[in-house]
């Protein structure tokens, strides 16, 4: 494997890591369940509704609440921020798709649908530790038990499997970091959550459905919405040429 196409935090991570793979066939098609099984993000999102509705006073059910939008707001945020930044910056070819560094790859899974998404910086690493941030707002302890969780079921299948580079992640990591904590603030928090609360308090069916949906998207990672959008742009795209 050439790493010279690697940097330094890059390959002290990576060459140890890629080395394991095809050593043992059972954990290998373990880590690829996890790569494509939402059940760890519907873990995080149960997580979530759990807390939502715990047993407490009115004023910590209230600052509960606030926090969780907030967590909510944040990772979306952090998630345009990513989206923007890949495709702002240069490209970055997936480890597993880039024939120069020869990385090791797996028979689980082999699908090539990402391979003209640019690697850096990590969605999936916005997403979710702007989630496990969030929830050490809530509960210190709970919040670090979801970033362990995270890193073992999110982060760890990107880089084994050649899906992202170290510092994808790494770069993903501090964008929800920054992301969860401006959200988690006060101020910012009360004012991003005071309509949403009203919209609850005034209209319970609307907006317990609403959150229900944008919470599936979450355990999904948007893929209903990722793909209808694909689905009419491509429509979109033959009716144009058609013209």
Same mark, same amino acid.
């Given at each position: ?70 967590? %909510?707001?944040?990772? !979306?945020? =952090?998630?345009?921020? $990513?989206? *923007?930044?890949? &495709?702002?910056?240069?490209? /970055? ?76 992640? %790494?770069?993903?990591? !501090?964008? =929800?970091?920054?992301? $969860?904590? *401006?959200?988690? &603030?006060?101020?910012?928090? /009360? ?53």
């Amino acid at each position: 494997m050439d790493y010279h196409a690697l940097n330094h935090f890059d390959l002290f991570i990576m060459h140890p890591m890629n080395s394991l793979v095809g050593r043992n066939v059972r954990f290998d098609k373990a880590v690829g369940f996890l790569l494509g099984n939402p059940l760890p993000s519907a873990l995080l999102m149960a997580t979530f509704w759990a807390y939502w509705f715990r047993h407490a006073d009115s004023a910590t059910m209230q600052r509960t609440r606030e926090h969780l939008l907030a967590t %909510l707001w944040a990772s !979306i945020t =952090g998630i345009v921020i $990513a989206r *923007a930044l890949a &495709l702002a910056l240069p490209f /970055r070819l997936r480890p597993r798709f880039d024939p120069s560094i020869n990385f090791l790859v797996t028979d689980e899974p082999n699908s090539t649908a990402l391979m003209d998404w640019s690697a850096f910086p990590s969605d999936h690493a916005v997403m979710y530790f702007a989630l496990s941030v969030g929830l050490c707002f809530v509960s210190r302890r709970l919040g670090l038990m979801a970033t362990l969780f995270v890193a073992c079921t999110i982060w760890f299948p990107r880089i084994y499997l050649g899906y992202h580079y170290p510092t994808d992640i %790494l770069v993903g990591m !501090i964008i =929800g970091l920054l992301c $969860a904590y *401006a959200f988690n &603030l006060t101020a910012a928090r /009360r004012w991003l959550a005071a309509p949403i609360l009203q919209w609850e308090r005034s209209s319970p069916p609307s907006f317990y459905m609403a959150l229900f949906f944008l919470t599936f998207q979450f355990a999904t990672m948007f893929l209903s919405l990722r793909d209808s959008a694909s689905l009419v742009y491509h429509v979109t795209e033959k009716l144009l040429a058609r013209r």
